[in-house]
């Protein structure tokens, strides 16, 4: 068991590097478990928490991905994902006692996260637990998202809040395929 688990850990970490083709990064986390779409691009340095991610096809997941998993991330189709996008599932409540920051392992709540076809997450962006983006719509640099995201919309700031409504049915962007 050990064994096992030291060998997932040596994979999670040659995921990363920067040395891996998208395409053999991407086969990889499919070994790992996670179930990734054709055509999607996965970039250096990514990291989830668990294998609960599931990600459609021709996404574009930036530099430096974090996904805490463990309530389980769902991406649709065509999303672009900016570097450093943190993704979060799991929440910590805050004690009651004098120790507010002691982190309650019995009492952690894992909330899923789903993000709709056609979305795109800026750099630097912050998911938060239980949120869901609505199809299309798009979260500005740095944002940090709190609630759920209505479709057809950017939002932005923290706590991201709507901005402006965009045209709905315009084609979304899609990478560039991979190389053979
Ligand atoms: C959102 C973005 C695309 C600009 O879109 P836009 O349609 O030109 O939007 P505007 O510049 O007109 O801004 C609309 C509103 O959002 C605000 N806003 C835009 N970007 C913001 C950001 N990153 N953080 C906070 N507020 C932001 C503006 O201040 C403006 O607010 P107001 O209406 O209250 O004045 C751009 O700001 C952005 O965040 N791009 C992401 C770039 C990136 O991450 N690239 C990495 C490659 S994947």
Redesign the pocket.
Known sequence: MARQALVRSFLWELAALRLLSPHRRVRLLRRLGLVIGERTVVEPCVHASSPRVAIGARC?I?YNAYFDAHGGITIGDDV????HVRILTREHPIAPGPIRHLRRPDQDIDRPVRIGDGC?L???VTILPGVTIGAAS?I????VVTRDVRPDA?Y??IPARP??DLPPGLPVAVPPPLPA
């Open positions: 574009y930036g672009s994902i900016g570097a795109w800026g750099a630097g798009v500005a640099a740095g944002s950017l932005a700031g901005k402006r």
